[in-house]
Nanobody
Framework: QPQLVESGGGLVQPGGSLRLPCIGT????????KAWYRQAPGKSREFISLLSRDGVTEYASAVKGRFTVSGDNAKSSLFLQMNDLKPDDTAVYSCRAWGSQGDYWGQGTQVTVSS
């Protein structure tokens, strides 16, 4: 059964950093586009960052310059490096991989930015 699993969330102070891994099983990452999304309490899920099959990256304006997406297709891994975190970054972060194989989401990992 194809699956995505995120980890690395937690409580961090404003200005701090976190790195979120997303590990896939049963999914050929080289054939999939990958992305990160987040959903804050009481808000709709929002797009954060894309890593295309060709390695092209895109970012939401709210995180551009602070977050970096990367991946390792050979290890079916996707990462989100988050720097200079702000309280508004508090949310559940989920990864997604999609393409001809299907459309898969992870269960999410909670990130809380607070002093």
């Amino acid at each position: 059964q194809p699956q995505l699993v995120e980890s690395g969330g937690g409580l961090v102070q404003p200005g701090g950093s976190l790195r979120l891994p997303c590990i896939g099983t049963g999914i050929d990452f080289s054939r999939a586009a990958k992305a990160w999304y987040r959903q804050a309490p009481g808000k709709s899920r929002e797009f954060i960052s894309l890593l295309s099959r060709d390695g092209v990256t895109e970012y939401a304006s709210a995180v551009k310059g602070r977050f970096t997406v990367s991946g390792d297709n050979a290890k079916s891994s996707l990462f989100l490096q988050m720097n200079d975190l702000k309280p508004d970054d508090t949310a559940v972060y989920s990864c997604r991989a999609w393409g001809s194989q299907g459309d898969y989401w992870g269960q999410g990992t909670q990130v809380t930015v607070s002093s």
